[in-house]
């Protein structure tokens, strides 16, 4: 399972896997054991020219393994939800995508979102798709993910 916390990928950068993440403290999934170190995943991010190492932790009682994600970004994704957001809903206002980004980047991110919102939302929501982005992060959803 995948937990989102606030996490400093400036000090991750610079500390590398001596960075002190805050470790849960009873295991998510049966809430019974402790967890213990279980390594590192990579993970790579917009505006960091190395891959990342970010904490996982596994619980002894049911085997389950949590790994730590900073919270201001989906899983798999290297850009900011903000980012995301941001670029999408100034394309939506604007008609146009800002300066920065690829534009094929943000075209799949739009067309993500509108298969994310047949998907999970329904038609109707297709003409208020800034809503509907965070309808879906609440839903728990990642509202570009390319997987339904
Ligand atoms: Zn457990």
Redesign the pocket.
């Known amino acids: 399972m995948i937990l989102p916390v606030s996490a400093n990928l400036k000090e991750i950068e610079k500390k590398g896997r001596s960075y002190p993440w805050s470790k849960p403290e009873i ?7 402790h ?1 213990w170190g279980h390594g590192f995943v990579e993970a790579l991010f917009d505006g960091y020219a190395k891959a990342l190492p970010l904490r996982r932790y596994r ?6 393994v949590i790994k730590l994600r900073p919270e201001a970004y989906f899983r798999r994704f290297q850009a900011t939800i903000e980012t995301i957001r941001s670029h999408i809903f100034s394309r939506l206002q604007a008609g146009r995508w800002p300066r920065g980004l690829s534009s094929a980047r943000c075209r799949h991110w739009l067309r993500a979102l509108k298969r994310q919102v047949l998907a999970h939302l329904g038609i109707e929501w297709l003409s208020r798709l800034p809503e509907a982005f965070d309808q879906l992060v609440s839903l728990g959803k990642v509202p570009v993910s390319r997987c339904i």
């Not at 295991?27 to 054991?33: K, N, T």
């Not at 619980?59 to 389950?64: D, E, I, K, V």
Request: aromatic content about 0%; hydrophobic content about 15%; some cysteine.
């Open positions: 295991c998510l999934c049966c809430r019974q054991s967890v619980c002894p009682g049911c085997g389950c």
